[in-house]
Every structure is written in C-alpha cells, then in structure tokens.
C-alpha cells in the first residue's frame, strides 16, 4: 500500500515570494491534515479536512495561508507571500474516519528555507 | 502554554537495556495518547497509544503506563535495538482540544552499542 506523498521534499525561496505545497493521501482515507513542525518542537496543526470540507482551520493563517482538497483526494497548501518566520518542515497526514482514536499516517514532509 | 511536555530532550541508553520516555500533560480533558516515533527526513509513525480508561498497553517490546492522577504517562521499551535510535514525540487528544492531536516536542532516544 502507498503510503502519503508530499511534494516537493525541499524548496528554498526568497521572502515574499508564494509558495505551494501538494499532498496525496492513503487511498481511502478521509480525513486529511496539514501540519507545521519547527525545529525542536512538535508538528502543529494547521488545517483538517473531512473529505472536501475544511472541518478545522481555527490556526491557519489566513492572512497568508490557504488550503484547497478538491475532489476530496489530494490537497495543496498555498504561502502567499512567504516570511522569514515561515521556514519549517510542512507535513500532511491522513487517516481513516476523524481524529478520535484514528491513527494518522504521516509523510515525509516538505522542508521549506526562506531566504 | 505547553499541553503537552517531553522534559528531556534527549536519552542515551544501552543496547540490550530499558529504555524509558517520559510525557506529562496538563489538560485534563485529554483521553487518548498516542506515542509516535520520527526517524530523520521521515513523517512520524505510529506507535502505540492508550485510552484513558487504561493504565498499561503493551505491544511486543514496546509498552505505555498512564497515571491520570499525575497526568503523566511513559513508553518503555525493552530491550532497547540500535534500530529504535530515532526521535520519538508523545501526543495526547480530547474534548478539550477539540479532538486535535497535541504534540510534544520530542525526545531524542540514542541507543548505544
């Protein structure tokens, strides 16, 4: 079975400039996450999806973030324009049914450098 | 304000030897914990995980104790392998996250030969 892909694995880009990230999911999973892990500490949650509905963006920033999952599949997550504050490694998991006691499966991450 | 807290950030042990991760928490609406474990340029994967109306769940060398009274829960692996060296992140959710997964920030386990 596949596990979740993320592309691209690295991207350095100078501050203000967009960037975007794309996810696809286990196929048959559901619930899909987005996710910001600084260095040192743990991943934070930056937006869930139930299939095409975002049922969790309360800490995405909105200002500068977006999300999109059509087709309820596969998703990308927009930084528009990136800031200095936004270098971090950006991953996206997925999971079978909600959050409740269901195990999220990772990938491998996006690390993002802005210069 | 940290929900979740992995004092040490870091643990050598010996090949063969206990390995012990600590977490505590604060919030006592968390009823599920999960124990995850990150190699480097990799997602974390699941581990383990243990519901609050539990006090131990162990599968193979890999063993999780919750103490609700002291919210605090450890993962014991035993014996430790040169292959569990990786970073491992202790994660709890409830009602009172809004079922989000909160997450700590990490032990770094080192396992010596």
């Known amino acids: 079975e596949a596990g979740v892909v993320q592309s691209p694995r690295y991207k350095i880009i100078e501050k203000k400039q967009p960037v975007a990230f794309w996810c696809n999911p286990i196929?048959?999973?559901?619930?899909l996450y987005w996710y910001r892990q600084n260095l040192g500490q743990g991943p934070e949650l930056l937006i869930r999806?139930?299939?095409?509905?975002?049922?969790?963006d309360s800490q995405l920033p909105k200002d500068r973030f977006s999300a999109e999952r059509l087709k309820g599949v596969d998703s990308t997550l927009k930084i528009q324009p990136a800031e200095l504050g936004d270098s971090a490694v950006y991953l996206c998991?997925?999971?079978?049914?909600?959050?409740?006691?269901?195990?999220?499966?990772f990938g491998p991450g996006t690390r993002l450098l802005v210069l | 304000d940290q929900q979740v807290k992995q004092n040490s950030p870091s643990l050598s042990v010996q090949e063969g030897r206990i390995s012990i991760l600590n977490c505590d928490y604060t919030?006592?609406?968390?009823?599920?914990f999960l124990w995850y474990k990150k190699y480097p340029a990799e997602g974390p994967t699941f581990l383990i995980s243990?519901?609050?109306i539990k006090d131990k769940n162990e599968d193979g060398r890999f063993t999780v104790f919750l103490n609700k009274s002291a919210k605090h829960l450890s993962l014991h692996i035993v014996p430790s392998q040169p292959g569990d060296s990786a970073v491992y992140f202790c994660?709890?959710?409830?009602?009172?996250?809004?079922?989000?997964?909160?997450w700590g920030a990490g032990t770094k386990l080192i396992i010596k030969p």
């Open positions: 994660a709890a959710s409830g009602s009172g996250s809004n079922y989000q997964l909160i």
């Open positions: 998991a997925s999971s079978l049914g909600g959050p409740v006691m269901a195990t999220q499966y």
């Open positions: 999806y139930e299939n095409e509905e975002a049922v969790d």
């Open positions: 243990i519901s609050s």
């Open positions: 919030n006592s609406m968390f009823d599920y």
């Open positions: 196929s048959g999973h559901n619930t």
